[in-house]
């Protein structure tokens, strides 16, 4: 049985920096696409972006350019690091995997996500 499991969320104050952790069993990370998605309050969940499994990069800039997810094989988890947070970042965090190479189907493993507010 697969699992995904996010953590690290929680309140943080504008500026700080923030890095979330999804470790994963019944799969192993090297082996899958990865991706990183955040919903919003009020608003639709949408991608941050992913990592092909065909990378095998230690970390990797993902679509926001200031925002980098990085691959343990070893504790079989992701990480995804946000600097200088904004309210705008505030969100459930999700971790998600596929077999496939990159993230433009469906997911296929979903985590339950962890909550970020970016307050002061």
């Known amino acids: 049985q697969v699992q995904l499991v996010e953590s690290g969320g929680g309140l943080v104050q504008p500026g700080q920096s923030l890095k979330l952790a999804c470790s994963a069993s019944?799969?192993?990370?090297?082996?899958?696409?990865l991706g990183w998605f955040r919903q919003a309050p009020g608003k639709e969940r949408e991608k941050i972006g992913c990592v092909s499994r065909r990378i095998n990069a230690p970390k990797v800039n993902l679509k926001e350019g200031r925002i980098t997810t990085s691959r343990d094989n070893a504790k079989n988890a992701i990480y995804l690091e946000v600097p200088n947070l904004s309210p705008d970042d505030t969100g459930v965090y999700y971790c998600a995997a596929t077999s496939n190479v990159n993230c433009d189907r469906a997911m296929e493993y979903w985590g339950e996500g962890t909550l970020v507010t970016v307050a002061s």
């Open positions: 019944g799969l192993s990370v090297d082996l899958y696409t």
